[in-house]
């Protein structure tokens, strides 16, 4: 599902949910959505997200996950988000 998102998203640029770990991890850390699977998240996205942010959204959220919201101990005290996460699933942070 996934490789066949990023294809419509960068072939086409038609609006697609390309779930990655970082887009799963951080929207449901942030309490956006309550999924357990990357698939359960992009169908939740699909319903919450209004569709002209979904390529956008992916993007934004893989670049901040690899950078400031990593899976262990991730850069809360620089997060521009801090005072507005929910935290969910964080148990140290730097």
Known sequence: RKTANLV???A???PGNCVYT???RIS???GYVRTKTPEETEFAL???LPRRHWI???DLLVTFGQNLCHPTSP???RCPLENVCAKVGVTRSR
């Open 8 to 10: 419509v998203t960068l």
């Open 12 to 14: 086409y640029r038609k």
């Open 22 to 24: 970082h887009v799963h």
């Open 28 to 30: 449901n850390r942030w």
């Open 46 to 48: 699909r319903k919450k």
């Open 56 to 58: 956008i959204f992916n």
């Open 75 to 77: 850069w809360c005290s």
